[in-house]
C-alpha cells in the first residue's frame, strides 16, 4: 500500500490510516460527472458527455466498491460502450498492478501502464492522492471522470439512457430519501464496517465496528423478513451496494476480517436475497470469487503475515432462493 505525493509513490503500511485504532477511509479526490448533455454534474468540472467508446473503468473484480460499478455496467447495458480494465488480485508495495499472470487480470490495454498509480499520474503527473479503484478514465481528454463508486453507479444509471435505451432507474426519484437513509446506515456499519472490523488495531475499536456490523445485519434481515428489497417491493441502487459486501462476507469477512458472529447463510431472508441478487442476469459475471479471496489474504499481511489463502466454503448461489 501506500499513496502519490506531488506525482510519487510513496509506499506506507496501512497503520497510517488508523487513529486510536479506528480504521478511517480518505475521501475520493475525483469527483466529476459523466452526463446526457455534458453539463456539470452535482459536484466536479463539466465536458463529460454520455458517448459510446470515450470512457473505461479500472477494477479489480476483489473490490466492493468497483464491484458496484461493474453490475451497474452490466444491469444499464453498457458493457458496449464502455471498457474494462481488470488489474491484478495482489496489492502489495506499489499497489495495484496490472501484471497479467492471474486469470482474468486483464493487464492495461488502454494505456500500457505497469501500475495503476501511473494511471493517476498520466492524468496529472503531480497528483497527491491515494490511487483506488474503481477509475472513471476519459479517454478524450486523458482525464479522470471520478474515483468515486457511488457516484459513478449514479451516473451509469442514468447518463447513457439516451445511447442504450435502457431506462431503468435504480435510483426513483419516490424512494430517494429512504434509499439514502439506508445507504448511509449500511455504508458506515456494513460496507465500510466490515474493513473497519478487519483492520482495527485495538479491541475497543474492533468490539464497536463488529456491534455496529451485527447489529445492522439484525436489522436488515428483519427489513427483508417483511420485504422483499430493501425498500420495499422495488429492487435499487441500496440492495447493489449491499450486495457487494455480503457476496465477499462468508468467504472472506467472516474469517480475514473476524466477523464470525455468524455468516450470512446463517440469516435465513438475507441468504435467500443474496442469492436472488446473485441470479439477476448479467450478475454472476461480475462475481470472481478467485480474486475475491487471493487479493484480501495475500494483500494485507499485518493482519495475515503467511499469506495463506484458504480454501472457503462452496457457495450454492445458484440453487432456488425462495423470494418473491
Ligand atoms: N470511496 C471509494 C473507495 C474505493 C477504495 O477504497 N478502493 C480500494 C479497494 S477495495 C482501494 O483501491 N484501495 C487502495 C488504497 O486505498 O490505497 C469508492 O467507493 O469508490
Redesign the pocket.
Known amino acids: ?1 501506500g ?1 502519490l505525493i506531488d506525482g510519487t509513490w510513496e509506499a506506507e503500511n496501512l497503520a497510517a490510516l488508523s487513529s486510536g485504532g479506528e480504521f478511517k ?1 480518505k475521501e ?1 479526490s475525483y469527483r466529476s460527472w459523466i452526463t446526457a448533455d455534458g453539463s456539470a454534474g452535482p459536484s466536479g468540472e463539466a465536458g463529460f458527455k454520455a458517448e459510446s467508446g470515450r470512457y473505461h473503468l479500472y477494477v ?1 473484480y476483489a ?4 464491484h458496484r460499478t461493474l453490475i451497474f455496467r452490466q444491469l444499464k447495458d453498457l458493457a458496449d460502450h464502455i471498457s474494462v480494465s481488470v488489474v491484478h488480485p495482489d ?1 502489495l508495495d506499489k ?2 498492478s496490472f501484471d497479467s499472470d492471474f486469470p482474468g487480470a486483464t493487464g492495461d490495454d488502454l494505456l500500457g501502464k505497469s501500475h495503476l498509480h501511473e494511471v493517476y499520474t498520466q492524468a496529472d503527473p503531480t497528483a497527491t492522492t ?5 477509475v472513471l478514465w476519459d479517454k478524450a481528454t486523458g482525464q479522470i471522470v471520478s ?4 457516484e459513478i453507479i449514479r451516473m451509469f444509471n442514468s447518463a447513457f439512457n439516451g445511447l442504450t435505451g435502457n431506462t431503468t432507474d435504480d435510483y426513483p426519484e419516490a424512494l430517494r430519501p429512504r434509499i439514502d437513509e439506508i445507504n448511509d446506515r449500511i455504508y458506515d456499519t456494513v460496507n465500510n464496517g466490515v474493513y473497519k472490523s478487519g483492520f482495527a488495531s485495538s479491541q475497543k475499536a474492533y468490539d464497536k465496528a463488529v456491534t455496529a456490523l451485527f447489529g445492522s445485519l439484525d436489522w436488515i434481515e428483519g427489513i427483508l423478513a417483511k420485504n422483499r428489497y430493501l425498500t420495499g417491493d422495488t429492487l435499487t441502487e441500496a440492495d447493489w451496494r449491499l450486495f457487494t459486501t455480503l457476496i465477499r462476507f462468508d468467504k472472506v469477512y467472516h474469517t480475514h476480517f473476524k466477523c464470525n458472529r455468524s455468516r450470512v447463510l446463517d440469516f435465513p431472508n438475507m441468504w435467500g436475497y443474496l442469492k436472488e441478487l446473485y441470479q439477476v442476469p448479467g450478475v454472476a459475471e461480475t462475481v470472481n470469487f478467485d480474486h475475491i479471496t487471493r487479493h484480501y489474504y495475500y494483500s494485507h499481511d499485518h493482519i495475515n503475515p503467511n499469506r495463506i489463502v484458504p480454501i472457503t466454503p462452496d457457495l450454492d448461489l445458484m440453487s432456488p432462493h425462495g423470494r418473491g
Do not use: I, K, L, Y
Open positions: 500500500m499513496q477511509r475520493s479489480s473490490c466492493p466498491w468497483a496489492m499497489g495495484w491515494r490511487v483506488t479503484v474503481p474515483n468515486e463508486s457511488a
